[in-house]
C-alpha cells in the first residue's frame, strides 16, 4: 500500500518535473529564434540607406508534440518555435532624385544586369560611374552590360550622358546601345552576394520595355521607425522569456531539493 502511494508520488513529481523541464526548453527555443530575429532587423537598420536594399522578414513554425502521457499531467501539447526562412521584401524603394546622370533607378520590376568575375549578376543598385578607360561601372568596378551583351565605353569627347525610359544610352555623338534589364519568375530564389548584387539558377527573362528614371536612385524599402519599433518589441520579448526561464530554473531547483530532502519540506 505504502509502495504503491509513493510510486503515485514518484510518478507526479516526474511529471511536474517534465513539464518544467519542457517549458525551459520552449522558452529556449523561443529566446534563439528572438536572437536570431533581433540579427535581422540590426541588419535593416544598418542598410536603411543603402541604394536598393530590400529588407529581411523572419518566417517561422510551430510545432506541436503531445508526450506518451496522452490527457494526464504529462500528457499536454508542447509548442516549440523555430525559425525556418529570412524572406526578402521585395517592395519598392521610394524614389530619390540625385541630379547625377550616371545614377539610374529602375520603376517596377526588373535587374540591372552586371558583369562580375565570376559571371553575369544582377542588381537594383543603380549608382554606377565611370572608370579610368570610360566603361560604365558599378562602384565595385564591374561592367554594366547592355541588351546585346557589351559594356558601355564613352570617349572623352561625348558629354551629355542621357538614359532614357527603355534604357536607351546616348551622348552628344548619338545612341551607344539600350542597357539589358531583367526580370526572374521567381525572386525569392535569387541568392545575395556582395555590394546589393545577386545571383541567380534559373535564367532571366529579358525586360523589352523597362522603366528607368535617370539622375535618381531608388532608396532602400527599410522603414526606420518600423524597424525600430520591432527592435524595441523584440528585445522586450527577449527579455520577458529570460525572465521566465530564471523563474523555472529557481522552480526546478526548489522540488529537487523537497524530493532529495522530503523531511525538510
Given at each position: 500500500m505504502h509502495k504503491r502511494v509513493w510510486a503515485n508520488v514518484d510518478l507526479l513529481e516526474f511529471g511536474i518535473a517534465k513539464k518544467m523541464e519542457n517549458t525551459s526548453i520552449v522558452a529556449l527555443s523561443r529566446q534563439t529564434t528572438l536572437r536570431r530575429q533581433l540579427g535581422v532587423i540590426a541588419n535593416n537598420l544598418a542598410n536603411m540607406n543603402t541604394t536598393g536594399f530590400k529588407g529581411g522578414k523572419m518566417m517561422f513554425i510551430e510545432h506541436l508534440v503531445r508526450s506518451r502521457g496522452g490527457d494526464s499531467i504529462i500528457g499536454d501539447k508542447i509548442a516549440y518555435v523555430r525559425d525556418i526562412a529570412t524572406v526578402r521584401d521585395l517592395s519598392e524603394g521610394g524614389i530619390k532624385a540625385t541630379g547625377n546622370p550616371l545614377d539610374l533607378a529602375i520603376q517596377g520590376d526588373g535587374y540591372f544586369v552586371i558583369d562580375t568575375p565570376t559571371g553575369e549578376q544582377y542588381t537594383r543598385n543603380g549608382s554606377f560611374r565611370l572608370d579610368q578607360e570610360g566603361q560604365l561601372v558599378t562602384k565595385n568596378g564591374d561592367p554594366v552590360l547592355s541588351d546585346g551583351g557589351d559594356p558601355f565605353f564613352f570617349t572623352p569627347t561625348e558629354s551629355k550622358i542621357t538614359v532614357s525610359r527603355d534604357g536607351t544610352v546616348s551622348t552628344s555623338n548619338g545612341?551607344?546601345?539600350?542597357?539589358?534589364?531583367?526580370?526572374?519568375?521567381?525572386?525569392?530564389?535569387?541568392?545575395?552576394?556582395?555590394?546589393?548584387?545577386?545571383?541567380?539558377?534559373?535564367?532571366?527573362?529579358d525586360i523589352e520595355i523597362p522603366n528607368i528614371v535617370q539622375n535618381a536612385l531608388e532608396s532602400s524599402n527599410v522603414e526606420p521607425i518600423i524597424e525600430m519599433t520591432r527592435l524595441i518589441e523584440t528585445h522586450r520579448t527577449y527579455k520577458s522569456v529570460q525572465k521566465l526561464m530564471d523563474a523555472e530554473n529557481e522552480r526546478l531547483k526548489k522540488m529537487i531539493r523537497e524530493v532529495a530532502n522530503p523531511g525538510n519540506a
Open positions: 545612341q551607344l546601345g539600350r542597357m539589358r534589364t531583367v526580370r526572374f519568375e521567381n525572386q525569392y530564389a535569387l541568392k545575395e552576394t556582395a555590394g546589393g548584387l545577386f545571383t541567380s539558377e534559373a535564367p532571366p527573362q
